[in-house]
């Protein structure tokens, strides 16, 4: 697999020369996302290919691979889309909160359960470093926000937020490892990371 170049985990921003994407272009591309979501709900990882991928979306094999180098590339952007969404329902959800460490609880075991049950979870699992940063690229901005909340009501030291910023998405993803054994394995691991997360940032 060709690994995504920083920024983002499809391709990241576009080099020095290179012109920015039209509108139409962002909008086929936001289509094959899409259409990705769709295939890997309906038919598994399995099924997500390039084919099923542009028959979905209705365009060319060439059109696919002018945005996407291969299927895997486009399921790293389908993931990163998901993660996207659901910092957007958080941010929604949570913005008139007021107990913001009921916030981080929330916000760790939501983050939780869809990342335990997408369908994709056994690929990312395989892939640790794509996830975690992706959980950086995409939700960390969401979580710093909550524990800079804290930090200014005081209920954490400021020094805890950047010691957060390094260990939870690798916190996300052991509890990920080890909640695959079972349902029972799943719920213990989601209570066992809410309370290490708290724990992090002096809760």
Not at 112 to 126: T, V, Y
């Amino acid at each position: 697999m060709k690994h995504a170049r920083a920024g983002t985990l499809d391709g990241g921003p576009h080099p020095a020369g290179r012109e920015r994407p039209s509108r139409r272009s962002r909008k086929t591309r936001r289509e094959l996302v899409s259409a990705a979501h769709d295939v890997l709900d309906q038919h598994g990882l399995a099924g997500l290919t390039v084919k099923a991928v542009t028959a979905r979306a209705d365009v060319a094999h060439g059109t696919f691979y002018h945005h996407f180098e291969s299927a895997e590339h486009v399921l790293q952007a389908a993931i990163e889309s998901s993660m996207r969404d659901l910092a957007e329902e958080l941010m929604r959800l949570h913005s008139e909160a007021e107990d913001k460490a009921w916030v981080v609880v929330d916000s760790t075991a939501t983050t939780f359960g869809m990342l335990s049950n997408h369908p994709a979870l056994g690929w990312m699992l395989e892939r640790p470093g794509v996830v975690a940063n992706a959980l950086r690229a995409v939700l960390e901005p969401y979580v710093r926000q909550d524990v800079t909340a804290l930090a200014a009501s005081n209920e954490v030291e400021v020094g805890h937020i950047d010691r957060m910023a390094s260990f939870w998405p690798w916190m996300m993803i052991g509890a990920l490892h080890t909640s695959q054994q079972s349902r029972s394995a799943r719920r213990q691991q989601e209570r066992d990371l809410v309370e290490a997360m708290l724990r992090l940032i002096g809760l």
